[in-house]
């Protein structure tokens, strides 16, 4: 009996202690590669993954005295965690590179980093970053990885008077007034417009079918690629979308083969459905060039569906092709062990930080003192961007675009650069 009792005892114990630890875990936020928040106002930095040791010529200069903070809301975790990641590791680089040429004006450039998930809802995201935007020692904020979410920190910043730049998001619904959002990321509007250009000009169509998702960003880059192939002399022979998340491409597939265009453009808000689109059409025997939009193209799906996207064609602003990208791949590879697969964006999340970087060595404090120096410091090269500008809506001017089509899942690129206006 007392041996029974003895048993029951400690079975009671253990699961007592698994409560209270159950309960600790889930009763506050997870920080991943971000500060806890502290009791004073002024937020620290970590960093979301064990990064390798410092190379030689990253440590930090030794004259450095003080520290300026900047913040960067990025998901760190979850679905978009890779990406997150990634863009985390290029600001890391761009840091100590500065950190090691002696900072900012002497001081030590600090940025703190929060996991946001790709959170899409507003009151959730505002729990995770609220500190930051309210911060009296952070006067600017670099992040938004997603639409939903960068929607969301635009708004933030305009509440909280601070600047937000992005280095990925390009959803043509997100330019507004927003005086304080900037992108730095072409919106695809132009992409599409300079996949109609290489249509025409490369491709050598005189004819294209547009194909798009029922929603307002898909649309708004069909409404795009039509007017631009039009202006370019070309003819759209069909242009029609499909329901939000549809599967039953039939009658579409009916009509391109009565229409007989040149190029297809297909502009899917989900990817699932993009995917079963240009299978579906394959199937049928289709076979002219396919063109299609960041939502197909970027490394993830490539990844899953590099059979089903074989052929695919695609544009990307021309540095990811230029000697810049070589030069920064190998330091990125050199400091982390491997390369970056999102390369535009990696190479904004690097760049901005050198924007941010020399805004503040300008004296910019408050977040309408850096507002006002990015205007008046752009265009703006550094990093490894170049000539840097941004439109009325603080949308990046980009011109040039490369295009590829995607052979056994990478990127091959055709001969010439394709400009759009």
Known sequence: MNTRRIALTIVVGICIIGTILLIQRYSQPTFVGVFHPPSSNAPTSTTATTQPA????????PNLHGQVVIAAP????????????????????????????????????????????????ADLLRRQVQDVFSSSTISA???????????????????????????????????????????????????ARAEAEASVNILHAKTAAVIVEQDSNPEALGAAFAQAF??????????????????????????????????????????????????????????????????????????DYADRLEGVYGVEPQVASSSAWEAFQQRYTVRFGTAPVWKNAAMNAYSEVFLMKDVLSAGAQSGAQVRQKIERLTPWSGGELQGLSFDAQRNRVLHAFNLFQLKEGQEVFATGVVNVQ
């Not at 997150?84 to 680089?93: D, F, N, P, R, S």
């Not at 059409?281 to 396919?290: D, E, M, Y």
Request: charged share 15%.
């Open 54 to 61: 410092l190379l030689p010529s990253l440590l930090p200069s």
């Open 74 to 121: 990025l998901p760190l975790t979850a679905e978009d965690g890779a990406l997150g990641q990634e863009l985390q590791q290029a600001m890391t680089l761009a840091s100590e590179e500065i950190n090691h040429a002696n900072g900012v004006n002497g001081k030590t450039l600090q940025i703190v980093f929060r996991d946001t998930r790709c959170q899409a809802n």
């Open 141 to 191: 904020i670099m992040g938004g990885a997603c639409s939903a979410e960068a929607a969301n920190l635009f708004q933030f910043g305009q509440m909280y008077h601070v600047p937000v730049v992005s280095p990925l998001v390009d959803a043509p619904s997100l330019s507004s007034g927003n005086g304080y959002a900037y992108r730095l990321m072409p919106i695809a509007t132009q992409a």
């Open 230 to 303: 039009r202006v370019a002399g070309g003819r759209v022979t069909m242009n029609e979308t499909y329901p939000l998340q549809g599967s039953d491409f039939r009658s579409i597939v009916a009509k391109v083969q009565t229409t007989h265009p040149d190029v297809i453009f297909i502009a899917p808000r989900m990817s699932a459905p993009g995917i079963v689109a240009i299978f579906d059409l394959r199937r049928a025997g289709v076979n002219v060039p396919i063109l299609t939009t960041e939502t197909l193209l970027n490394p993830s799906v490539i990844h």
